[in-house]
């Protein structure tokens, strides 16, 4: 599928978490972001780390390769946020310099090499964000239903929790933003089967698109095997890299 959010995009604006406001906060401390930062959001989606950056910073530059996603972020973003339809691969010098580049819960469908090297030459400080979706029992329930309904494998569950966080220290200790540090929040999240049938609709395996004819099937089998509610602390991370002085 060449546009995997294509139909995922409201799903996502609407259901998928924010991040925690004390991990932006401290995020933004961290690096040094002000009113005369600029910044610099990769896999944006429809703005769920940019938006909450641009309320510190003096420009926030947000890249989606997904026409769908910069469409819903054009609906929600401030004045200082500028939208920006392009592939992470595409940034080079002419972008000019960032103070900071973020990529939250993306990073992994670039050119990670591609990316890092060209990053290197327009910012000091490169912060990945995010958390697995595999820790969470609820979502990873509704996904599994899906993928049950698709006949496909349902998605592995990791043996240890924060997979995500040693991936996301690997891949920048071993990059030139080698100075890493972590930052980490703990959030309680409360999910209705609603929500989770529109967290499931937000992805790339289980979007309208993917679903089609079966969504109405999945929604059914969701309301009845899974518990009104679901109560859950999951812990959100933004990994730091610096480059070496």
């Given amino acids: 599928m060449d546009r995997p959010f294509r139909t995922a995009a409201p799903h996502y604006a609407r259901y998928r978490p924010p991040y925690p406001a004390e991990l932006i906060d401290r995020l933004v401390q961290a690096t040094e972001i002000d009113g005369t930062a600029r910044v610099l959001d990769l896999g944006c989606g429809p703005g769920s780390l940019a938006i909450p950056v641009?309320?510190?910073?003096g420009e926030v530059v947000a890249v989606d390769v997904e026409p769908e996603m910069i469409a819903e972020l054009r609906?929600?973003?401030p004045s200082n946020v500028k939208?920006?339809?392009?592939?992470?691969?595409?940034?080079?010098e002419s972008w000019g310099r960032f103070r900071l580049a973020t990529a939250g819960r993306a990073f992994h469908w670039f050119d990670t090499a591609l990316v890092l090297g060209r990053l290197a030459t327009v910012t000091p400080a490169l912060a990945l964000v995010?958390?697995?979706?595999r820790d969470s029992e609820a979502q990873s329930r509704v996904l599994e239903i899906a993928a049950g309904l698709m006949k496909e494998t349902p998605i592995e569950?990791?043996?240890?929790?924060?997979r995500h966080l040693s991936?996301?220290?690997?891949?920048?200790?071993?990059?030139?933003?080698?100075?890493?540090?972590?930052?980490?929040?703990?959030?309680?999240?409360i999910w209705t089967p609603d929500e989770l049938?529109?967290?499931?609709?937000?992805?790339?395996?289980?979007?309208?698109?993917?679903?089609g004819e079966?969504?109405?099937?999945?929604?059914?089998?969701?309301r009845e095997e899974l518990a009104p509610s679901y109560h859950e602390r999951v812990t959100v991370d933004a990994v730091v890299g610096r480059l070496l002085r």
């Fill in 83 to 92: 939208p920006v339809m392009a592939r992470a691969e595409d940034v080079d």
């Fill in 130 to 133: 995010g958390d697995d979706i």
């Fill in 157 to 162: 569950q990791p043996r240890t929790r924060r």
């Fill in 214 to 222: 079966r969504m109405p099937a999945f929604e059914q089998q969701v």
């Fill in 197 to 211: 049938i529109g967290m499931a609709y937000s992805t790339a395996v289980a979007s309208p698109e993917r679903l």
């Fill in 54 to 57: 641009s309320f510190y910073a």
């Fill in 167 to 189: 991936r996301y220290e690997e891949i920048l200790r071993s990059s030139a933003f080698s100075a890493v540090e972590v930052i980490s929040v703990d959030v309680e999240r």
């Fill in 75 to 77: 609906r929600a973003a």
